[in-house]
T-cell receptor, first 112, second 118 residues
Framework: EAQVTQNPRYLITVTGKKLTVTCSQNMNHEYMSWYRQDPGLGLRQIYYSMNVEVTDKGDVPEGYKVSRKEKRNFPLILESPSPNQTSLYFC???????????FGQGTRLTVV | AQTVTQSQPEMSVQEAETVTLSCTYDTSENNYYLFWYKQPPSRQMILVIRQEAYKQQNATENRFSVNFQKAAKSFSLKISDSQLGDTAMYFCAFMKPPATGANSKLTFGKGITLSVRP
C-alpha cells in the first residue's frame, strides 16, 4: 500500500530537549516536504527536498532542520524546541512532475 | 507570492442539503493548479478535488464540484446531498505547475470547519 508514515503521532516534550519526527514514504517519490498546521493559519511549508541531499527552506524554517540521506526518509529535527513550535506537523511526498501530494497521518507536538 | 483566502471560518448544513464553500486566491501566474482538501477529525489530509487553471470545464467528483472563475480568481466547492461523513475542516490550496528542480509547494488557505447536522 502506497503511504507516507510519520512517527510519533503524538509527542509531548520540554523546552530545549532535542527531538526528531521521522517521515518515510514507499513510493520512490523524489519530492518531500514538511508542513505545520496552526489554528487560523492553515498549513505552512517548513522545509522541502527535491531529492537525496537536496533540501531547501520553505516559508517557516526557523528552529527546524531536515536531512535527506535516503530517498525514502525525510526526518524533521528540532534541535532546541520552544513552546511556539507546538503544532500539528505533516510530511508529504510526490513525484516532481505530478500534482498529487500524499500526506502522512500528522504528528501532534506539544512543547511545554 | 501566492495567497489563498478562505473568509468563512465555519459553516453548517443540514444533511442531504447542498453547501458551497468559498475560496479566493491571488497570483500572477497564468498556469496553476487548485485543490480542495478535507481534514476529518482523524487529521488525515484527503484530496477532494483538483482543477487545472488551463481547463475551462469545472472539475467534478461524485457529490463534489467546483465553480472555477479564473478572471475573478475564485474557486468554490459545492457539496451536494451532504452526508454526516462530510463533517470536517476543508482547505483550499494553490500550486504552481510542478517541475523538476522546483518547489512543488502547496499554499493553503486558513480552512473552514463544516458541520453537517442530522
Amino acid at each position: 500500500e502506497a503511504q507516507v508514515t510519520q512517527n510519533p503521532r503524538y509527542l509531548i516534550t520540554v523546552t530545549g530537549k532535542k527531538l526528531t519526527v521521522t517521515c518515510s514514504q514507499n513510493m520512490n517519490h523524489e519530492y518531500m516536504s514538511w508542513y505545520r498546521q496552526d489554528p487560523g493559519l492553515g498549513l505552512r511549508q517548513i522545509y522541502y527536498s527535491m531529492n537525496v541531499e537536496v533540501t531547501d527552506k520553505g516559508d517557516v524554517p526557523e528552529g527546524y532542520k531536515v536531512s535527506r540521506k535516503e530517498k525514502r526518509n525525510f526526518p524533521l529535527i528540532l534541535e532546541s524546541p520552544s513552546p511556539n513550535q507546538t503544532s500539528l506537523y505533516f510530511c508529504a511526498s510526490s513525484w516532481t512532475r505530478n500534482t498529487e501530494a500524499f500526506f502522512g497521518q500528522g504528528t501532534r507536538l506539544t512543547v511545554v | 507570492a501566492q495567497t489563498v483566502t478562505q473568509s468563512q471560518p465555519e459553516m453548517s448544513v443540514q444533511e442531504a442539503e447542498t453547501v458551497t464553500l468559498s475560496c479566493t486566491y491571488d497570483t500572477s501566474e497564468n498556469n496553476y493548479y487548485l485543490f480542495w482538501y478535507k481534514q476529518p477529525p482523524s487529521r488525515q489530509m484527503i484530496l477532494v478535488i483538483r482543477q487545472e487553471a488551463y481547463k475551462q470545464q469545472n472539475a467534478t467528483e461524485n457529490r463534489f464540484s467546483v465553480n472555477f472563475q479564473k478572471a475573478a480568481k475564485s474557486f468554490s466547492l459545492k457539496i451536494s446531498d451532504s452526508q454526516l461523513g462530510d463533517t470536517a475542516m476543508y482547505f483550499c490550496a494553490f500550486m504552481k505547475p510542478p517541475a523538476t528542480g522546483a518547489n512543488s509547494k502547496l499554499t493553503f488557505g486558513k480552512g473552514i470547519t463544516l458541520s453537517v447536522r442530522p
